[in-house]
């Protein structure tokens, strides 16, 4: 079998991992705890592992399709901090957008040819039909841990885009 140290690479080198979860495969490959506590820290160490870059890389693959509330919870599977401590980061604001913009993204994203068909220049708006989709997209949002000012100040802008180009 080979070393722990090497095993660790080898998982980090996929992508990226929490100490948490690289401590869980290794003790379920049936390595030493001893030896798993020393090769998680000698990767550390050496700038292999870190729990930051594991929050951005988890945050830029969940954000655009969960809240922060759904992110936060995978970080404290992980036993990391939530989501807050990353808005605090100036290093890259690129990719620590607004949980309200990841909402209208998402809304447009989603649901922009039912807005298209609910909100048509060509007719009325059928006012049953707005309320369906609206109850449809803010069911849809709250499941994946946005929070409900964020999706309702989405909601808004995206029906004030809508009336801006009609």
């Known amino acids: 079998m080979a070393s722990a140290k090497s095993k660790v690479v080898a998982l980090l080198a996929r992508?990226?991992?929490?100490?948490?979860?690289?401590?869980?495969?290794?003790?379920q490959r049936g390595y030493e705890p001893t030896e798993v506590e020393d090769a998680i820290e000698w990767a550390t160490s050496h700038q292999f592992q870190s729990d930051?870059?594991?929050?951005?890389?988890?945050?830029?693959?969940?954000a655009p399709t969960f809240g922060d509330r759904a992110i936060a919870a995978e970080l404290g599977q992980h036993g990391l901090a939530g989501v807050k401590s990353l808005s605090n980061d100036d290093s890259e604001p690129q990719i620590l957008s607004t949980e309200e913009d990841?909402?209208?993204?998402?809304?447009?994203?989603?649901?922009?040819?039912s807005l298209e068909s609910v909100l048509g220049v060509e007719s009325a708006v059928d006012?049953?039909?707005?309320?369906?989709?609206?109850?449809?997209?803010?069911?849809?949002?709250?499941?994946?841990?946005?929070?409900?000012?964020?999706?309702?100040?989405?909601?808004?802008r995206i029906l004030a885009e809508f009336k801006s180009n009609a």
Do not use: C, M, P
């Not at 006012?127 to 909601?155: D, H, M, T």
């Open 52 to 62: 930051e870059r594991f929050k951005l890389s988890l945050f830029r693959r969940r």
């Open 127 to 156: 006012q049953a039909q707005l309320l369906v989709l609206k109850s449809k997209v803010y069911r849809a949002l709250s499941a994946r841990g946005f929070e409900f000012g964020n999706i309702e100040r989405a909601w808004r």
């Open 102 to 113: 990841r909402a209208f993204d998402w809304i447009k994203r989603r649901q922009f040819s």
């Open 15 to 27: 992508r990226e991992h929490s100490q948490t979860e690289l401590r869980a495969k290794l003790l």
